[in-house]
């Protein structure tokens, strides 16, 4: 009735925009991603009649509202999966992320991944990962591809048996690195999901993904650096023009994001180095390069007056042994 589980964030690569369906986390169209380690939110979840209520905890604060509506929804799709028992038994759940949260870097995405892998053994589910990425998914749409972890797809559905995560097949791992220029900038990745349908510009992004994601897959089959970063790098500005053109005029990028983005482009246009940018629904910037040329890149991301990390590629969800209570 205890298990603890450990999950790395994603990183958008063709990144999904608006829901379908709200309650269920039903995206309109597929997307890819990879997760990015070290970082990582560790949790640890207990079901004991000795509690009083349910109670969740993300570094050392107990979630209420909207947040604590989020976790609930999927220790709800845990409990009605599991024996009848475990419906009358509270739950504790504590969280705590090695990263940087909100600002951009997938912090939901990990943590709903490894709430969902850790609800799941405690509750003697026995569930496969694609399986965990369908209840995961109901707190984050990108959590599920955070469970199956690497190069995955969030295959577009309306059921549990179609929308689901799926690993990609790929070694681009072994010599990706990704320099985070860290620009904080709060933000609301729920609200603008929320109005992506309203932006003029989200019916041409819809007919237009499809063909991307056919692209990124084959890229990623063929291991083709370039390819698949350009192609992320050009759906970064595609999620953001549709996203500054909805109703509330969503306007995440800072100063420091423009700089990096000219940075990136000038190593690549004037000396040649295989360098990229992308972002999600933040400010902060992955940089994507290789092992040869990261020290580089790091030194000129730093340059633009940025707090840098550098990350490579994580794999699935994971339990593990050391419980945080």
């Known amino acids: 009735m205890k298990a603890t589980a450990i999950a790395h964030p994603i990183q958008g690569l063709v990144k999904y925009h608006g829901m379908r369906d709200d309650e269920k986390r039903l995206p309109y ?4 991603s990879l997760c990015t380690a070290p970082s990582h939110t560790k949790t640890t979840v207990e079901f004991s009649s000795e509690f009083d209520a349910d109670t969740f905890v993300v570094d050392g604060e107990t979630l209420e509202g909207r947040a604590a509506e989020r976790v609930d929804s999927v220790v709800a799709k845990v409990r009605e999966r599991a024996d009848a028992d475990l419906a009358d038994e509270p739950v504790r ?6 990263f940087p949260t909100n600002v951009g870097l997938g912090s939901s995405s990990s ?3 490894a709430a969902a892998m850790a609800l799941s053994e405690a509750a003697g589910l026995e569930a496969d ?5 369908t209840i995961a998914r109901v707190g984050s749409a990108s959590a599920a591809r955070a469970v199956t972890g690497s190069f995955s797809q969030l295959h577009t559905g309306l059921n549990d048996a179609d929308c689901r995560s799926r690993e990609i097949p790929s070694d681009l791992d072994e ?3 990704i320099v985070v220029g860290l620009v904080p900038y709060h933000k609301e990745t ?5 109005e992506a349908a309203d932006s003029h510009m989200f019916q041409a ?3 237009h993904i499809h063909g991307q994601i056919a692209e990124m897959r084959d890229a990623l089959r063929s291991d083709d650096f370039d390819r698949t ?3 992320a790098e050009h759906d970064s500005l595609s999620l953001a023009a549709t996203t500054m053109t909805g109703p509330s005029g969503w306007v995440y990028w800072q100063p420091a994001t423009l700089e990096i983005f000219n940075r990136v482009r000038e190593l690549r246009e004037e000396e040649g180095i295989p360098v990229y940018f992308s972002t999600d629904t933040g400010a902060s910037v992955y940089v994507n390069t290789t092992e040869e040329y990261v020290d580089r890149v790091e030194r000129e991301v730093g340059d633009c007056g940025v707090e840098t990390m550098v990350w490579e590629v994580g794999g699935p969800a994971r339990l593990v042994d050391d419980h945080l209570f």
Do not use: C
């Not at 169209?29 to 890819?32: C, E, F, K, V």
């Not at 990962?129 to 990425?133: A, C, G, I, N, P």
């Not at 729920?190 to 929320?194: L, T, W």
């Open 111 to 113: 943590g709903f991944a």
């Open 205 to 207: 992004r819809n007919a």
């Open 175 to 177: 010599d990706l690195r």
């Open 129 to 133: 990962l694609e399986t965990v990425s």
């Open 29 to 32: 169209h597929d997307s890819i």
């Open 229 to 231: 970063f350009e192609l």
């Open 190 to 194: 729920e609200d603008a999901h929320d």
């Open 93 to 98: 759940l504590e969280s705590e992320n090695s």
